[in-house]
């Protein structure tokens, strides 16, 4: 886990402009390698992954449509839309796209999916309007007023309450606010079933307090102390119903090892402690940086330096 969040937090180098087209190339030091192309494959039921080899792309299939929970990189769409074709399904069936947060590798092939689909949009309030705006806005850990990062804009994104569901046919999402990673973090649950058995499915949002330089998720001068919300998001993951667990970033989840260990009689994708044990990694992660926030605090107040 400690590895992935360097990652994370090493992608923040970014050397981006506005893209012109949906599927320009954004830049990054981890995008080439988050963008590398993997094979479809089943989670559970009629849950699939159609994400590439590092961010998560979910398709949840019915007879009435089908729902698309991220777009990953801009140019990651080309890769999502050859592998929900791979398992046999049409873009044009696609009914709804979810995002769990706006940023530039989660949200960037939104729009250009959108288009191939005719999706409709649906995100909280304030990923709502940053997939407008193309742009995350001040209140984001990762906004740099230097070196902002942009994604193409999503014209039309239909808001939703905490709490809600959204439906297509007899499948049916529930969102849960998680904010912290971003102010308009979600998670997304629903059920998938095969063989009679059915299995509450969570989509995790990420959970990692990666930020810019000079952001405190404590609060200072500027900010708001924002601690608790973000506890209160890890606890709210935590008491989710979950038998499986698929993350934002599939290596949080451990995705494709389990999918390489799934047999005929074995799926490791099921495991209801998965949400809580992300969650108890989410919340070391957390406590540790608030720490250091409080460390470097101390060292910057004026008695430190009597």
Same mark, same amino acid.
């Given at each position: ?37 993997? &094979?479809?494959?089943?989670? =559970?039921?009629?849950?699939? %992954? ?17 729902? *698309? ?16 074709? +791979?398992?046999?399904? /049409? ?8 995002? $769990? ?11 250009? *999916? ?12 304030? &990923? &709502? ?13 990762? %906004? ?5 990062? =942009? ?25 849960? =606010? ?20 059915? +299995?509450?499915?969570? %989509? +995790? ?55 390489? &260990? ?22 070391? $992660? *957390?406590? +540790? /940086? ?17």
């Amino acid at each position: 886990m400690k590895k992935c969040l360097q990652a994370v937090a090493a992608s923040l180098a970014l050397s981006c402009a506005v893209p012109a087209f949906a599927d320009e190339a954004i830049k990054c030091s981890m995008c080439e390698e988050w963008n590398k192309p993997v &094979a479809p494959f089943k989670v =559970y039921g009629n849950t699939w %992954y159609v994400g590439t080899a590092g961010l998560s792309a979910l398709l949840v299939t019915g007879p009435q449509g089908h729902v *698309l929970l991220d777009g990953a990189l801009p140019q990651s769409a080309p890769l999502i839309r050859k592998n929900i074709e +791979a398992l046999g399904f /049409r873009m044009e069936d696609i009914k709804l796209i979810l995002n $769990s947060h706006p940023h530039f590798d989660h949200a960037g092939a939104i729009a250009e *999916l959108q288009r191939a689909s005719g999706a409709t949009v649906v995100a909280s309030p304030q &990923a &709502a309007q940053v997939l407008r705006e193309g742009t995350p806005g001040t209140d984001d850990p990762q %906004y740099d007023p230097k070196e902002r990062f =942009y994604i193409p804009k999503v014209a039309e994104v239909k808001e939703i309450a905490d709490g809600k569901s959204v439906s297509v046919g007899p499948l049916r999402l529930t969102v849960h =606010y998680t904010p912290g990673h971003t102010p308009g973090g979600t998670s997304w649950s629903w059920e998938s079933c095969e063989q009679g058995k059915c +299995a509450s499915i969570v %989509y +995790a949002d990420s959970l990692n307090p990666v930020s810019m330089d000079g952001f405190h998720y404590s609060g200072d001068a500027t900010r708001p102390d924002l601690s608790a919300s973000f506890r209160k998001s890890i606890a709210r993951l935590a008491g989710l119903k979950c038998d499986v667990l698929v993350a934002a970033h599939p290596s949080f989840s451990d995705l494709f090892g389990k999918a390489a &260990a799934k047999t005929a009689d074995t799926n490791p994708f099921i495991d209801p402690e998965g949400c809580a044990k992300y969650a108890a990694s989410a919340s070391r $992660s *957390l406590e +540790a /940086r608030l720490q250091r926030e409080r460390d470097e605090k101390d060292r910057a107040s004026p008695t430190a330096a009597r």
